[in-house]
């Protein structure tokens, strides 16, 4: 395989429009969006601006009825109305934290149901959403590597959790009031949800090019973290074509241990993935890559792992995450003791890299990926099974 080859999985994506449904407008680029116009009827030099018109309704406002675009005409809102839906997905359950965290498990296209985290901070607020449903990696300190692989979800699926979110925060701006004038509750994105973001390119893509777009949500692209475990293949696209920042879920200073960490290792190994980060289109000391780096007692935590990460990414403009474990029911492995964190970050900050350590955030609501969806279908078993042996299940 070359390393221009894309990299995909046997996995389904939910087609944007349903068999006999009406097109679903989230998710489509402004090419796309023109077409879809073009083809429900509209005039094709009128398309361009029509797709302006409606894209700052939907991604400026927040709009989702088409009758509340008023400068479009009424019999053209109601074409809009017969051909197209403006649909996010559906809240199931969402959780605050003591400390503001807020976690959410959203429904999707047939009933599936993926888990988005917002945290806010006193300089930004950081939304992480979700790319596949369930995950095929594996990494065994993961909850999310639990849960098998469904398939990926669609650029609507993945924009709209954006959207939903912005919902639930009252972030859109009121009718008549300026651009940039409400303060920005979600300033940055992080594709460290559930899913590798990198087996589902295209669509992942997409959506960023939405978030990004400045007559929309208008993000910068520096405000878009896209984590990867190592699919090495797809990194330097991802400068190309998405151009936002990038993370690697690192985890471990050997290939023995990564191979049981981060079974993607097996296939591109420390030393093929460091090689691709070396040459990464956009490393600089301005656009830094971030390592992420879970602390695992007795497991990468040592001196000796520490002096061992320095040298592995010498070269390489990074930061270094150190993330304490965020346990859950079941899991094979233990939260490094705090002063061995600390004894480490010491170790890499004074080797010259940054070395924050994450403070863990929304504990009490299961924010760890994976968690809250995992307790929610516990339960509903729970429920099921109660029901049938109260002969209440038909």
């Not at 369930?134 to 692989?149: E, R, V």
């Not at 994105?189 to 590798?196: K, P, R, S």
């Not at 991802?238 to 981060?262: K, Q």
């Amino acid at each position: 395989m070359t390393a221009s080859a894309p990299i995909t999985q046997d996995v389904l994506t939910i087609p944007r429009k349903l068999p006999e449904g009406p097109i679903n407008l989230i998710g489509l680029t402004r090419e796309a969006m023109r077409d879809a116009l073009i083809v429900a009827g509209t005039p094709e030099k009128q398309a361009k601006m029509r797709v302006g018109q409606i894209w700052q309704w939907i991604y400026h406002w927040g709009v989702r009825d088409f009758d509340a675009m008023t400068n479009l005409g009424k019999p053209y809102r109601a074409l809009l109305a017969e051909r197209f839906v403006i649909e996010v997905p559906d809240v199931v359950r969402r959780d605050v934290s003591a400390d503001g965290t807020r976690k959410y498990l959203v429904r999707i296209a047939g009933g599936h149901e993926v888990e988005v985290v917002y945290i806010p901070e006193v300089d930004r607020g950081t939304l992480c959403i979700s790319s596949q449903v369930g995950c095929t990696l594996t990494c065994s300190f993961c909850h999310t590597g639990t849960q098998k692989l469904v398939r990926n979800l669609t650029a609507g699926e993945i924009v709209g959790q954006v959207m939903m979110a912005r919902d639930d925060l009252g972030e859109w701006p009121e009718s008549g009031e300026g651009m940039g004038l409400r303060p920005r509750l979600i300033s940055n994105i992080v594709l460290m949800g559930m899913g590798e973001p990198l087996y589902n390119f295209e669509n992942v893509r997409d959506a960023m090019k939405i978030a990004m777009d400045g007559e929309g949500i208008a993000l910068s692209r520096r405000r878009i973290t896209l984590s990867t475990s190592g699919v090495v293949p797809e990194i330097a696209r991802a400068a190309d074509e998405i151009g936002c920042m990038l993370a690697i879920s690192f985890h471990a200073t050997t290939d023995g241990v990564r191979d049981r960490l981060v079974p993607i290792n097996k296939r591109w190994n420390i030393a093929t993935l460091l090689d691709a980060l070396r040459t990464y289109p956009k490393a600089s000391n301005s656009e830094r890559i971030t390592f992420e780096y879970v602390m695992l007692k007795g497991v990468n935590d040592s001196d000796e792992d520490a002096r061992r990460l320095v040298k592995l990414i010498a070269g390489i403009p990074a930061k270094i995450n150190l993330i304490p474990f965020n346990e859950w029911p079941g899991a094979p492995y233990e939260r490094s003791d705090w002063a061995r964190i600390e004894r480490f970050a010491d170790i890499v900050y004074k080797a010259g890299y940054a070395s924050p350590i994450r403070t863990p955030r929304g504990e009490d609501i299961m924010a760890a990926c994976g968690q809250l969806k995992s307790a929610t279908e516990r339960a509903r078993k729970s429920r099921a099974d109660i029901a049938a042996e109260a002969g209440l299940d038909g």
